[in-house]
T-cell receptor, first 114, second 110 residues
Framework: KAGVTQTPRYLIKTRGQQVTLSCSPI?????VSWYQQTPGQGLQFLFE???????NKGNFPGRFSGRQFSNSRSEMNVSTLELGDSALYLC?????????????FGQGTRLTVV | GENVEQHPSTLSVQEGDSAVIKCTYS??????FPWYKQELGKGPQLIID?????GEKKDQRIAVTLNKTAKHFSLHITETQPEDSAVYFC?????????FGTGTSLTVIP
């Protein structure tokens, strides 16, 4: 059974640009959550999508947005990039909505903003 | 995260010794507590979890204990091996989202 796949693995962007990251969950999983991981702030929850609807949202500005498609694949978009957006972006897939059970992470997308 | 405190931040043990990492949480409504292992350049890997209706769970050399009264849960790794060296994160599920501890960097010295 394939795991969670995130693309691309690495990205370098310039301040002010926008970026789109992709996450394909484990087959059969309908929940996809996104996290930002930085050395200073640790793992922080961005949002969760379940059945194409955003179900929960963390404390991030509106520049961070996402969507989920009918096949459960999800994309995360960050607009007007800032230097502080440099981080490892992780997605996690789960059978259940709302952190009720096992969540499996992808390898992440390392975003560097210069 | 502010809901979960994790200690210690770094831990070094000799190969074969045990390692214990402790987390405390604040929301008594939390009912699911996973532990993740993250190796360099990889995403976090779920290694064990426990639900609030269970006090202890074991999987080979790894065990997790939960004390609901004191609101803390601990990861125990016995007979540590060099490949156990990684960063370990605990989490709870406050408010339908996971809050993660700040991580423990475990080094197993051969």
């Amino acid at each position: 059974k394939a795991g969670v796949t995130q693309t691309p693995r690495y990205l370098i962007k310039t301040r002010g640009q926008q970026v789109t990251l992709s996450c394909s969950p484990i087959s059969g999983h309908r929940s996809v959550s996104w996290y930002q991981q930085t050395p200073g702030q640790g793992l922080q929850f961005l949002f969760e999508y379940f059945s194409e609807t955003q179900r929960n949202k963390g404390n991030f500005p509106g520049r961070f947005s996402g969507r989920q498609f009918s096949n459960s694949r999800s994309e995360m978009n960050v607009s007007t990039l800032e230097l502080g957006d440099s981080a490892l972006y992780l997605c996690a897939s789960s059978l259940w909505q709302g952190a009720l059970g096992e969540a499996f992470f992808g390898q992440g997308t390392r975003l560097t903003v210069v | 995260g502010e809901n979960v405190e994790q200690h210690p931040s770094t831990l070094s043990v000799q190969e074969g010794d045990s390692a214990v990492i402790k987390c405390t949480y604040s929301d008594s409504a939390s009912n699911y507590f996973p532990w993740y292992k993250q190796e360099l350049g990889k995403g976090p890997q779920l290694i064990i979890d426990i639900r609030s209706n269970v006090g202890e769970k074991k999987d080979q050399r790894i065990a997790v204990t939960l004390n609901k009264t004191a609101k803390h849960f601990s990861l125990h790794i016995t007979e540590t091996q060099p490949e156990d060296s990684a960063v370990y994160f605990c989490a709870d599920n406050t408010g339908n989202q996971f809050y993660f501890g700040t991580g423990t960097s475990l080094t197993v010295i051969p």
